[in-house]
């Protein structure tokens, strides 16, 4: 979730957060709540559990036209339920509310694109255009401070937000 959530706005300048390992007790977060904020002033919350008794996936992205909700996914598991996307336009209202159009996915071919491109910069020995290892190293920089930016939760655990300590240089 949160490299998609770096994806659709970017990298974030302010990290908030609450961890707990209150429910399982294990050394691993239960829970973890974030609320972030771009330079530009673009908000996003996080909640990823450990206690929900059924897997979900949900992302809403509200914008000034509309609404784009992304449920379930496409797991070997089947345990996350359908995976659709809802797009609710601005303006386009029915009786009750807006009109939404809703999409159901039945094949999600998003390993097999990665591999191919993958494959396809290695055989062109062209640089990786999606999913590179800087923006893999950006989005585990980013969870690194999720979980720094609770105070309790670095502490307990003896977490460092210096950058040093992770050998990356700057955020």
Not at 21 to 36: L, P, Q, R, S, T
Not at 37 to 64: C, E, P, Y
Not at 98 to 105: E, G
């Amino acid at each position: 979730m949160v490299d998609l959530l770096r994806l659709f706005v970017g990298d974030f300048d302010d990290v908030h957060s609450f961890i707990s390992n209150k429910f399982w007790g294990h050394d691993v977060e239960d829970n973890a709540y974030a609320i972030m904020r771009t330079k530009d002033g673009v908000v996003a919350m996080l909640h990823s559990s450990a206690t929900l008794w059924q897997h979900q996936f949900s992302l809403t992205i509200n914008l000034s036209g509309g609404t784009v909700e992304l449920s379930g996914i496409l797991s070997g598991s089947k345990s996350y339920g359908a995976e659709t996307m809802t797009v609710a336009r601005r303006g386009v209202e029915t009786e009750g509310g807006p009109s939404n159009i809703i999409t159901h996915y039945e094949h999600d071919p998003s390993w097999a694109d990665e591999v191919s491109d993958f494959a396809t910069a290695v055989i062109a020995d062209a640089p990786i255009i999606r999913g590179s290892s800087a923006e893999a190293l950006k989005t585990m920089q980013l969870v690194h401070r999720i979980y720094c930016a609770d105070p309790v939760w670095r502490e307990t655990w003896g977490l460092s937000d210096s950058t040093e300590d992770q050998g990356t240089g700057a955020i």
